[in-house]
């Protein structure tokens, strides 16, 4: 689990295709997906941790993409 399109791939795996329209509200979203299979217990401890360390990188480089547009990231 490394990329964001890792975690969708997990979250297609159980029915679930998030697409809000804006890359950060898709993030949260999926983070919030993510915590309901853990907690139902389908998600296992080890994958559900390394998924929400890479949607918290990844909305960390949306947050500073909308505040500089013009960086690099």
Do not use: C
């Not at 791939?9 to 329209?21: H, N």
């Not at 907690?39 to 990844?58: F, N, S």
């Amino acid at each position: 689990m490394k990329t964001l399109y890792d975690v969708q791939q997990l979250l297609k795996k159980f029915g679930i295709f998030v697409y809000v329209g804006k890359r950060l509200w898709d993030i949260e979203l999926m983070s919030i997906e993510l915590k309901h299979l853990h907690d139902a217990g389908v998600v296992e401890d080890q994958t559900y941790i390394k998924a929400v360390m890479v949607l918290r990188h990844e909305h960390h480089l949306e947050e500073v993409h909308e505040k500089e547009p013009n960086k690099l990231l």
